[in-house]
């Protein structure tokens, strides 16, 4: 049985691909430019640093290039990003069920708490950041942190993601997990829920 939910935030609660596209893309345009079916393709899920990495960046440049993301991520968020009726239907269904839930997300902690209150969500227990742990996803180290943080054991929750970093992160935590492919499918949750009982 079901005793708790962790929601990757990305393609998840919010439709953010194109912030962060946008935002990297508009970063790292001084030094190198890349269009967004390259970002969509090779890019999507990671961290900016891994992404920067990438490109083989040293560690001084990756700093300065990934702070101008997060400020220019800061900008964006009040323009792209907006509740989706969605989310809140089923988030609301999910706190009527009294099943505990977190959020999840390979952005910055700052990135995470501006983009759940631009689109009001409450109820959840906490949120963990890529600055939260030694190693984001796809290392199962975030989720494995969550489900202690829940006092529950992987095989009583539940995690949603959308990419395949986020899926390997969620294998490898031996939790439930279950994918879709944007916010407007998160109803899903609810029948997998219902299948697990």
Do not use: W
């Amino acid at each position: 049985m079901i005793k708790g939910i962790l929601f990757d935030l990305d393609g998840v609660l919010v439709d953010a691909v194109t912030l962060h596209q946008n935002a990297f893309i508009k970063a790292i345009k001084p030094h190198k430019t890349i269009s967004i079916k390259y970002h969509q393709k090779y890019l999507n899920g990671l961290p900016t640093r891994k992404k920067l990495e990438k490109f083989g960046f040293n560690k001084e440049k990756i700093e300065e290039i990934n702070q101008r993301k997060q400020k220019i991520t800061q900008q964006l968020i009040p323009k792209l990003i907006h509740p989706i009726a969605e989310v809140v239907s089923s988030i609301n269904k999910i706190k009527e069920m009294g099943i505990p839930f977190a959020i999840c997300s390979n952005c910055v902690h700052e990135t995470v708490k501006l983009v759940l209150e631009t689109i009001k969500l409450s109820g959840y227990s906490f949120f963990i950041s890529n600055e939260d742990v030694i190693h984001p996803k796809p290392n199962p180290e975030m989720y494995n942190t969550a489900i202690k943080r829940l006092g529950l054991k992987p095989s009583q929750v539940l995690i949603v993601e959308d990419t395949q970093i986020g899926l390997e992160a969620a294998k490898a935590s031996g939790a439930h997990y279950f994918r879709i492919a944007n916010p407007y499918e998160i109803s899903k949750v609810l029948e997998e829920l219902c299948r697990l009982k």
